[in-house]
C-alpha cells in the first residue's frame, strides 16, 4: 500500500466523514429565490436549501418545489453543511418551468402554458369560440381566416 493510501487510511479513522445526503422535513417553501428551510431528524434547521443547481436569475430552469411538511433528501455540496440542495422529494406541490420563453405551471389547479406571447387556454377557447359560431342548419360556414389565424397561434405554441 502506498504512503498515500496508509495516510488516507488513518485520517478516515481519525475524522470519520459524515453523510453526505440525508432526510429531512420541509418547513417552508421560498418560490422567489428558489430554496427551501428544512429541519433534519436531529432537529437542525438548514435555510438557503438549494431547489437548483444554482441560485441565479436565469430563467431556463425546470423546478420542482416539494410541499410543506413533506420529506425530502438534502445533498451537501463539497461537504459544506451551509451549501445544500435538494435531491429528492416524496411530495410535490407544483413544478414551474421556463425554456427560452416557453413558461409552464403545473400544480394542483391544472396545466398552464405560455409560449411567444400566447396562452394554451387562450388559443384553445378562441378555437373553440370559433367552431361554435357554426351554424349547420342555416348553412353558415366556418369563419376559414379566423380558424387559420387560431391554426398558426397553435402551431407557435405547441411542437
Known amino acids: 500500500m502506498s504512503k498515500d493510501k496508509e495516510l ?3 485520517f478516515k479513522g481519525i475524522f470519520p466523514s459524515q453523510e453526505q445526503i440525508f432526510s429531512a422535513t420541509v418547513m417552508s417553501v421560498n418560490k422567489e429565490e428558489k430554496t427551501i428551510t ?3 431528524t436531529d432537529q437542525m434547521e438548514y435555510s438557503d436549501v438549494r431547489l437548483s443547481a444554482a441560485i441565479d436569475n436565469k430563467t431556463n430552469k425546470v423546478i420542482s418545489f416539494p410541499s410543506v411538511g ?3 433528501l438534502l445533498g451537501k455540496i463539497s461537504g459544506d453543511d451551509n451549501t445544500l440542495f435538494v435531491c429528492a422529494a416524496n411530495e410535490i406541490e407544483s413544478i414551474e418551468g421556463n425554456i427560452s420563453g416557453v413558461n409552464f405551471l403545473i ?3 391544472g396545466y398552464k402554458i405560455n409560449a411567444n406571447q400566447e396562452s394554451l387556454k ?3 377557447n378562441d378555437l373553440i369560440d370559433e367552431i361554435n359560431k357554426i351554424i349547420v342548419i342555416q348553412g353558415t360556414s366556418i369563419n ?3 380558424m387559420n ?3 398558426q397561434r397553435l402551431n407557435n405554441l405547441l411542437t
Open 107 to 109: 400544480d394542483q389547479s
Open 70 to 72: 413533506s420529506t425530502v
Open 149 to 151: 389565424a387560431i391554426k
Open 8 to 10: 488516507q487510511q488513518a
Open 38 to 40: 428544512a429541519l433534519d
Open 122 to 124: 387562450r388559443v384553445m
Open 144 to 146: 376559414v381566416p379566423a
